[in-house]
């Protein structure tokens, strides 16, 4: 089975907020054996609207990515991003 990528992108509304929520939500991707290959403001649009920040996250299989996404390790994390950011996450296999 492939592995998966969740793709966010983000729009940060508190950014105080926002900074409490990242090393709660690093700490729980490593702990269920996610990776972050990519993540930042730094992003250049070759087409389409512009974006703040985006986030690329790699698991080994979906199954993976539901665990971690609906964890008790990720609920703190996850109350404080809703809290302080719009975002969109979707999930896409790698090519095997």
């Given at each position: ?21 990242l090393p709660l939500a690093a700490a729980s ?68």
């Amino acid at each position: 089975m492939p592995c998966v990528y969740l793709v966010a992108e983000v729009e940060v509304t508190d950014m105080e907020t926002f900074k409490r929520y990242l090393p709660l939500a690093a700490a729980s991707v490593k702990q269920y054996g996610g990776e972050y290959l990519a993540r930042g403001e730094n992003i250049e649009v070759l087409e389409g609207p512009p974006v703040k920040r985006m986030v690329i996250t790699k698991f080994e299989n979906a199954e993976a990515a539901r665990r971690w996404y609906e964890s008790p390790q990720y609920a703190e994390a996850k109350a404080l991003r809703l809290k302080s950011s719009n975002i969109r996450i979707v999930m896409i296999e790698g090519i095997a």
